[in-house]
């Protein structure tokens, strides 16, 4: 209790003292015209309550600080004391300073007198002569310090962070922790490495100034990148997503150049088109719409981050293109150029792009987010023109991928494993999305693309407008039936009504065979079509147009896979079959297509020769690729070399099966066989591996085929060898010159 009394008597006298000094500080401010008493321009401000110091502050700087108080009321902290040398903006807090020498300066240090630590409390560190404060301030605040263009941001022990309560009987003391002051931010973070860590996430992001104000990095600090006649400038660290606002991957560059060929076969379509940038970011992609479609387009590039909008304007500049900038901002008179809507005119807006999808309409809309795009789809399809174009590239790839099912379950509703067809899989599984998305606003789809890589999923879809394509593109959304033994697969039969055994969809005997549950229910997936042949030729050429070297390769196994034939020549002309090409009913023609080249003389005749081709049409169409692949070394047989792809695509069209290549697996072969049949065939053109000498053991063949018996592909290569020798023989015998005869093998 005489400790309590005492503290109390020692607060009660300390108050007093201070309000003795205010009424002396008002004495001295009402003398001399109501000029404050000055010694060299210099003023005495507030004593910090925690230390009672006395700081000297210019003149200047005094009268500036009651100009803003009366504007914005001050903070009442203990860290807003200045040092005299300082130049930096006055939320500088006071542990940030560019000497020792200036720190030494806010303790005053006298020999004379006991002086306390400015940046420790009293509990922590008595006061104490000056020689003793001064290997203080030197050993504990400013060996420990973070520097940073030349300031040093030292350790503070005042109460600027607290830290968890502590219950000591009747009384709660608040604990003081160590921490650090940004000088950017103004955040206090405890360990020095974090704050080294905090201090280069703000250099990165070129915030390099305090007051919570971003300003933009030097432009040395920028570097400029190239790609398709397209400059644009980034930052050092654009390749990291999380800790840039203008992120650039190099790795996008096919994706790109797949949604620029086909945003150019719908300026064909129709002009001028309006085509919308959700997430700009750089403005790259934007920028090579304007730049090669010119007057066929109408950019909008929008971002809803401060930083990126303000890069894609520089980038606008940097390839002389002018920025018309949305009506909020030219209220403001902060246009740049003439806001003249011509070909060299990119829009740039600000905004969330849920409500610029909203808002407005366009013909084209391309989102890529950081990530799942699930959330944008409702907004997309909202407000897009009939007939148009909706492209969004998925990069969540480890959910899509069967490595976090839970998350695919929570962003898709869809059940996935992992199989060997996963990545097809997976572009089902997002068109299923959009399919559901575009039915709640009464629109159906038509899939005219769909790749899914290493880095990315890309789907692009045309828009149909209307109940009925809706309800058409939503009963193509199932299940499918998954079999965990030999990976066979099936989509569920159309209807409600249920099977009394599932089992029975599936064309192999697991479930009979094998105890316990065989399959799976995979689903809710896309069993359409994922390409459109007509659309992918248009595609292939406006790439040779373009001269996009990394897309047409892509493009020609694409037709290859969607017309389910082996790779065959592509003319890079445009004849008329390609040009005209039926999507969901309409007609669409390219301009180097006349009416004329579809007419013969005679209206009868004409009408019968239109007639004729749209029937072809439609039966080619409606010859869809079947869907999904068997990847040939996942059933390859042990003890067996398996032969060439190729030759072995060639064996299966000549069983009487479709088969094609496919770009999702580079050992994929797409093909209407079931799996017995491709693993007979496998199995009937496969060699026997040898082992090179005989002391190593016998060779193990299969089990259904015996020791005594020859193996029939061998057979059959004998037979052809035969065949051969026989025909070079008949040829040597009828030439005068003797040429030598070729291998089989060869």
């Known amino acids: 209790m005489a400790a309590l009394e005492a503290a109390e008597a020692a607060l009660g006298q300390q108050l007093q003292q201070e309000e003795e000094e205010e009424e002396e500080d008002h004495g001295h401010e009402r003398e001399g015209d109501g000029e404050p008493a000055a010694l060299n321009g210099l003023v005495l401000s507030e004593k910090v309550k925690s230390n009672n110091i006395d700081v000297k502050i210019p003149k200047s700087e005094l009268e500036a600080e009651e100009k803003g108080a009366e504007e914005e009321r001050p903070r009442e902290s203990d860290g807003n004391i200045l040092d005299v040398s300082s130049s930096y903006p006055r939320d500088k807090h006071i542990s940030i300073q560019r000497h020792l020498a200036d720190l030494e300066k806010l303790a005053d240090l006298r020999e004379d007198e006991r002086k306390p630590c400015p940046l420790c409390p009293e509990e922590k560190f008595k006061a104490c002569y000056s020689h003793k404060l001064h290997r203080h301030l030197q050993n504990l605040h400013w060996k420990v310090s973070v520097e940073f263009e030349g300031y040093r941001m030292c ?5 600027c962070r607290p830290v968890k309560p502590n219950l000591v009987g009747d009384q709660t003391l608040s604990k003081m922790g160590a921490h650090y002051h940004c000088i950017i931010c103004s955040a206090t ?15 990165n992001k070129g915030e390099t100034e305090s007051r919570f104000i971003t300003v933009r990095a030097p432009k040395s600090s920028y570097e400029v990148v190239k790609e398709s006649a397209t400059d644009v400038q980034v930052l050092p660290n654009h390749s990291t997503p999380q800790k840039t606002d203008s992120y650039f991957n190099p790795k996008m560059k096919l994706n790109r150049q797949l949604i620029f060929c086909a945003l150019a076969v719908l300026a064909g379509e129709r002009k001028p088109i309006e085509c919308l940038d959700a997430f700009g970011a750089t403005g790259i992609m934007g920028l090579q719409w304007a730049k090669h479609l010119r007057s066929s387009v ?226 809710p997936l896309w069993s359409g079509a994922l390409f459109n042949t007509g659309f992918l030729r248009r595609m292939l050429l ?35 079959d390609e040009n005209k090409q039926e999507e969901c009913g309409v007609y669409i023609r390219t301009p180097n297509t006349s009416v004329e080249s579809y007419l013969v003389h005679g209206k009868r005749k004409s009408e019968e020769v239109l007639r004729g081709a749209a029937k072809r049409q439609r039966a080619e169409h409606s010859a869809e690729h079947p869907p999904f692949y068997y990847n040939i070394h996942r059933h390859s047989i042990k003890g067996m070399n398996m032969p060439k792809l190729n030759k072995f695509l060639n064996y299966l069209s000549e069983a009487g099966y479709r088969v094609s290549r496919t770009h999702f697996d580079p050992m994929g072969v797409r093909t209407n066989a079931p799996l017995a049949q491709f693993k007979t065939v496998l199995m009937e053109y496969s060699t026997p591996t040898y082992v090179g000498a005989q002391a190593e053991g016998p060779v193990h063949l299969p089990a259904d085929i015996q020791v005594g018996e020859e193996v029939p592909a061998a057979a059959a290569i004998k037979v052809e060898e035969a065949e051969l020798a026989e025909d070079d023989k008949s040829e040597v015998s009828a030439a005068t010159q003797p040429y030598p005869t070729h291998c089989a093998a060869d």
């Open 542 to 576: 406006e790439a040779v147009q373009y001269g996009l070297d990394e897309a047409q390769p892509l493009l020609k196994t694409l037709v290859c896979e969607s017309e389910c034939t082996t790779l065959k020549p592509f003319s890079t002309h445009s004849p008329g």
């Open 298 to 523: 109408k950019v909008t590039i929008n971002d809803c981050n401060e930083n990126s909008v303000s890069m894609i304007k520089e980038n606008c500049h940097l390839n002389k293109m002018k920025v018309k900038l949305n009506i909020r901002e030219q209220d403001n008179n902060e246009t740049v150029g003439n806001g003249e809507e011509n070909s060299d005119t990119i829009e740039v807006t600000k905004m969330d792009a849920n409500v610029i999808m909203h808002l407005r309409s366009f013909d084209f809309i391309h989102l890529d987010p950081f990530g799942t795009s699930v959330n944008y789809l409702d907004s997309a399809f909202r407000n897009v023109r009939n007939l148009g174009i909706v492209s969004l590239t998925s990069t969540d790839i480890s959910s899509l991928y069967a490595k976090a099912q839970h998350v695919t379950q929570r962003h898709y509703g869809c059940n996935i494993v992992r199989t060997e067809y996963y990545k097809e899989l997976a572009a089902r599984t997002v068109i299923a999305a959009v399919t559901r998305a575009a039915a709640r606003c009464n629109k159906g789809i038509e899939v005219l693309l769909a790749v899914a890589l290493e880095h990315f999923v890309l789907v692009v879809v045309r828009v149909l407008r209307g109940p009925t394509p809706a309800d058409d593109s939503a009963r193509k959304v199932r299940y499918l039936i998954h079999c965990q033994w030999c990976e066979e697969r099936v989509f569920q039969k159309e209807g409600n009504m249920m099977e009394e055994n599932p089992y029975q969809q599936l064309p192999c005997d697991c479930h009979g065979s094998m105890p316990g549950k065989t399959a799976v229910l995979l689903g």
């Open 189 to 203: 973070i405890v360990r020095r490495t974090d704050m080294i860590g905090h201090i280069n996430r703000h250099v």
């Open 155 to 159: 350790i503070c022990h005042l109460s």
